[in-house]
């Protein structure tokens, strides 16, 4: 028998067990920080399948690390798990499906690992929705797991199947002014006013953005301003986004906010904190050489991809974090015959549907076929890592 068959057999053969934990993590959604059901159900079922695994990692009590290394050496090759949900709606991102799949996409490898060498690694990374400790990879990345790593894939259920695309760096940033409590009629000259401060970065954002390129967001709300209208606020507060097309635009982008935040603060006599609420997010580096290898594999399974790669990213991920250290894919698997927009009810009914458990099979299939090849093929592997390297350094 040949591997592409043992790994198709080791995929049909688990597979309405793997169904089961993603309709279990779809019934019980659980926020960034907050993912223990999932984090304890995934990483169980690796520990089960033979892999060695550790939970409570890079700094994230919901993350795992589960590894197989073979008697064999070989590239390493890590799949990405994600399982978080978003709140109040639950899991209408497909996170319940995409940690299962690459869950399954390791077992299935595993069972040729033994023969043609290598390690295979699966990276269970909490909050890729943002919260609360959020947006985990950064911290993965930060903290040294992927410095031993040759490539890294994951899928992410979508409407229609496509290929990895770009997406935008994004530091999420929070803002607090410090002013000085007064009574806003009678005594208004002993105050400073904590929400005056948020208005001039308001504004001054409004003012910054006509010099600023297209792929610059910026974009907040304020989180506290006050607690009496006769009383001068001595404390406001505002959370933004600053996102661009690269980090080192966005890096740029970080530094003149900053100082719009020193000049609001300066203006108004108020004193300020600034700094990110969780993990900054990186752009995401493409790799199409490595891509063409997950559509090769789409295509033989009798799918081909519908959905273009778009000219520029409209969100943000923290794959992207992944792909600036290492080649990274990321494509979509179609989990609907019709529309669906992300972050819906109907992408949340869709991420438990027939045809969403079904894309189990098939993402857990193309994803190990996948990096079965870069296992055995060594010249491949280094060409999509001279690609990456070339890609990286070519960023705006």
């Known amino acids: 028998m040949t591997h592409a068959k043992t790994i198709e057999q080791e995929v049909d053969g688990r597979l309405n067990a793997y169904k089961e934990i993603a309709l279990a993590i779809h019934d019980k959604p659980e926020v960034s920080n907050y993912e223990f059901f999932a984090c304890e159900t995934l990483s169980d079922k690796l520990k089960a399948e033979g892999f060695e695994v550790e939970v409570d990692v890079a700094g994230h009590r919901t993350g795992f690390d589960a590894r197989y290394k073979s008697s064999k050496p070989g590239p390493t090759i890590a799949f990405l798990a994600e399982y ?9 991102c497909g996170h319940n499906i995409f940690g299962t799949t690459s869950s399954l996409a390791a077992v299935a490898l595993k069972s040729v690992i033994e023969e043609i060498g290598g390690e295979i690694r699966v990276y269970g990374t909490p909050g890729e929705e943002g919260g609360e400790n959020g947006s985990a990879k950064g911290s993965f990345v930060r903290e040294g ?46 105050g400073i006013n904590a929400l005056d401060a948020v208005i001039f970065v308001y504004n001054a954002v409004n003012a910054l953005r006509q010099h600023l390129t297209d792929d610059v967001r910026i974009h907040g709300v304020i989180t506290h301003g006050g607690d009496a209208a006769n ?35 300066l203006s108004t006599g108020a004193t300020y904190k600034f700094g990110l609420f969780q993990n900054s997010v990186d752009n995401t580096v493409l790799t199409p050489s490595f891509d063409a290898i997950y559509e090769k594999h789409l295509l033989a399974y009798g799918e081909e991809i519908t959905q273009e790669i778009p000219a520029k990213g409209g969100g ?16 979509h698997i179609s989990i609907s015959d019709s529309y669906i927009a992300g972050h819906s009810i109907e992408f949340k009914a869709a991420s438990r549907s027939e045809k969403g458990l079904d894309s189990i099979a098939l993402g857990a299939k193309v994803l190990a076929q996948t990096a079965y090849d870069l296992i055995v093929d060594a ?6 890592k001279e690609e990456h390297a070339e890609n990286v350094k070519n960023q705006d």
């Open 379 to 384: 010249d491949l592997l280094q060409a999509i």
């Open 231 to 265: 009383v001068v606020p001595d404390y406001a507060s505002a959370r933004f986004y600053l996102r661009a097309a690269s980090r080192p635009t966005l890096n740029d982008v970080y530094e003149k906010f900053e100082n719009i935040v020193k000049a609001a603060a």
């Open 145 to 190: 797991f992927l410095n031993d790593v040759d490539a890294a894939l994951c899928v992410h259920p979508g409407f229609g199947h496509g290929l990895t695309g770009p997406s935008l760096a994004n530091d999420p940033v929070d803002v607090e002014f410090f002013g000085r409590s007064s009574h806003a009629s009678a005594a208004p000259e002993k």
């Open 84 to 92: 978080d949900a978003l709140p109040g709606i639950g899991h209408a």
């Open 316 to 331: 943000s991920t923290d794959v992207g974090n992944i792909s600036q250290v290492v080649p990274t894919i990321q494509p």
